[in-house]
């Protein structure tokens, strides 16, 4: 029997984040659901927002001001072309008093010596009666806001004419309402838009996100399509080409290196292990012994590291249906002082070299826990379903710092080369089972193996 490299574990996405020396890393993309008010998009279109509502507010408070300074120099400049039309009918011929005055609406009043002399019918109240306004612009009268100007009008007095500012507050308050209903609803409407730009402009980087999430370097590294126009999002996509073959061929020299490393050790350890095993079996000697189980070690180690080497894709499993009695055999001499539990009386449909490499680096780890004194169990247990190998050890257990990352590569909580794991839940997985950890209630670490169940039916028996 001699076990295969085993493929790689499953990749995390592709994360490029700026650090030291422009270091790649895999890690894990948040969730999009969640993250909308960190996205780009989002951040994009509050910016736009925040600043076409400051440049709005700008432009329309200077609009706004320039009207309503504009309105206020018309409506003067009404009242003062009525009062000096007013003034130069009586200052000339003396005529027409009460004609150019206007009709019964008009503001008007003549004051002699602080009195009012005459009043147009609006100001009948005021009629030869001490004049009331003095200085003021601005007066009140029944409720209407007047603004009125003064001019000589000869040797009858001071002419005082007033014109009414209603329209002018309608015209102000109808403006400064429009500014403040526009102030109200840009803002919505602007990052209404500005989202919808956004997703737009941004869908090309969108969706080269997308693929870049999909990359699975222990696939393949193949290049993201470029987009048709030459911008931004083009320029980013070909950096990460460049970056994602720079990165395959980083990984294609380092499996080269490692294979060719494994490859000069593979022979050696192989007639190391064999001339150990014989000279132990001959003299009987301890140490010989210990130094063929070290040999032993080191060889499936070299053979974890082939297929680290070589990745998954490389790795075809060679199928066979067999009896578990003959799996327990094997185990049995790998790992000497394991005890069997459960029913063996099964077949199994899998990959005889495969399976008994990672059932062994499970008991050799358990093994390596538990210590000479310490117990190691294999449990078997069936159902129409699936296969379950159940391997518990009295060890100290898992170190529950590490988690899950205790079946990734070169991650170790006993001292050894921490491939082990990583192999055998990569071997489970080409089975179309998988491989759990955990520290069980009553001590020690418990590693769960569970296959589909292929057993033949009678049909399958008869052919």
């Not at 200052?91 to 008093?97: A, E, F, M, N």
């Not at 002399?117 to 009948?124: D, N, V």
């Not at 000497?336 to 059932?359: E, H, M």
């Not at 990734?408 to 006993?414: K, L, T």
Request: with cysteine; aromatic share 6%.
């Amino acid at each position: 029997m001699t076990p295969q490299p085993r493929p790689l574990p499953p990749a995390r996405p592709l994360e490029v984040r700026p650090g030291a020396g422009g270091a790649v890393r895999a890690a894990g993309l948040p969730s999009a659901a969640g993250a909308w008010r960190h996205s780009l998009r989002f951040r994009l279109a509050l910016t736009y927002s925040a600043l076409a509502l400051l440049m709005i507010m700008l432009v329309s408070a200077s609009v706004v001001a320039l009207l309503l300074s504009r309105m206020d120099q018309q409506f003067n400049a009404r009242l003062n072309e009525r009062a000096d039309t007013l003034a130069e009918a009586f200052t000339g011929t003396g005529q027409g008093l009460g004609k150019t005055a206007g009709g019964p609406t008009s503001y008007t009043m003549l004051v002699k010596d602080g009195t009012v002399i005459y009043a147009s019918p609006i100001l009948r109240e005021f009629d030869r009666s001490p004049f009331p306004f003095g200085e003021q612009s601005r007066v009140n009268i029944q409720d209407t806001t007047v603004r009125a100007v003064k001019r000589q009008a000869g040797d009858f007095g001071t002419l005082w004419v007033g014109l009414p500012e209603d329209d002018l507050i309608a015209a102000r308050e109808s403006a400064l309402s429009a500014l403040l209903v526009a102030l109200v609803f840009t803002p919505l409407l602007l990052l209404l838009v500005g989202w919808w730009v956004g997703q737009r402009s941004l869908s090309g980087l969108e969706r080269a996100a997308t693929l870049a999430d999909r990359i699975d370097p222990t696939h393949s590294l193949e290049t993201l399509p470029l987009p048709v126009r030459e911008d931004e999002v083009h320029r980013l996509l070909s950096a990460l080409n460049r970056l994602l073959v720079r990165i395959e061929a980083g990984q294609a020299r380092e499996k080269q290196l490692l294979g060719q490393i494994v490859h000069e050790l593979g022979a050696p350890l192989t007639v190391l292990r064999a001339s150990l095993a014989r000279a132990g079996e001959r003299t009987g000697d301890a140490e010989v012994m210990r130094a063929a189980l070290v040999a032993d070690e080191l060889t499936f180690t070299t053979q974890d590291l082939m297929q680290l080497a070589r990745g998954q894709l490389e790795i075809k499993l060679a199928w066979h249906y067999i009896p578990a009695t003959t799996l327990r055999d094997r185990l049995d001499r790998l790992v000497p002082g394991t005890t069997f539990s459960g029913n063996w009386t099964v077949g199994i449909l899998c990959d005889p070299d495969r399976l008994t490499q990672a059932l062994r680096n499970l008991l050799a780890n358990a093994r390596r826990a538990a210590g000479p004194e310490g117990t190691v169990t294999l449990d078997l247990k069936d159902t129409p379903e699936s296969l379950t190998f159940t391997v518990r050890d009295s060890g100290p257990g898992l170190p529950t710092e590490l988690g899950e990352r205790i079946f990734d590569p070169f991650v170790s909580g006993s001292g050894s080369s921490g491939l082990g794991l990583s192999v055998s839940r990569q071997i489970a997985a080409m089975h179309g089972g998988s491989l759990r950890g955990a520290n069980h209630p009553q001590g020690g670490a418990q590693f769960v193996l569970t296959l589909p169940n292929a057993a033949l039916t009678d049909e399958d028996e008869a052919f």
